[in-house]
Nanobody, 119 residues
Framework: QVQLVESGGGLVQAGGSLGLSCAAS????????MGWYRQAPGKQRELVAD???????NYVDSVKGRFTISRDNAKNTVYLQMNCLKPDDTAVYYC?????????????WGQGTQVTVSS
């Protein structure tokens, strides 16, 4: 089992910056991929960015050049730095962690944190 606790988020004007962090606890040694997803009202949850245990990153096109995901394996924490925020970035942001075990991937989720970007 892995528990994820997010912090950060809030209200910011367009063009501003916010940082999110997510601390993992429990069976953290088995975590492979960690990431951030978001879900806006009336829309499906989408991947924003993810990062492997080795540091390889992947971003959705809409945030490339604006968002940066990073990870501190010693602290079992993943971060998302969001710059040049746009109103379209408004959503609930969820942290995720994947644990491969016995041929199956188990995905764990944080409780979500609201990010609101005003125009």
């Amino acid at each position: 089992q892995v528990q994820l606790v997010e912090s950060g988020g809030g209200l910011v004007q367009a063009g501003g910056s916010l940082g999110l962090s997510c601390a993992a606890s429990g069976s953290t040694a088995r975590i492979s991929q960690m990431g951030w997803y978001r879900q806006a009202p009336g829309k499906q949850r989408e991947l924003v960015a993810d990062i492997s245990s080795a540091g390889s990153t992947n971003y959705v096109d809409s945030v490339k050049g604006r968002f940066t995901i990073s990870r501190d394996n010693a602290k079992n924490t993943v971060y998302l730095q969001m710059n040049c925020l746009k109103p379209d970035d408004t959503a609930v942001y969820y942290c995720s962690a994947r644990v491969p075990w016995a041929g199956t991937d188990y995905d764990y989720w944080g409780q979500g944190t609201q990010v609101t970007v005003s125009s």
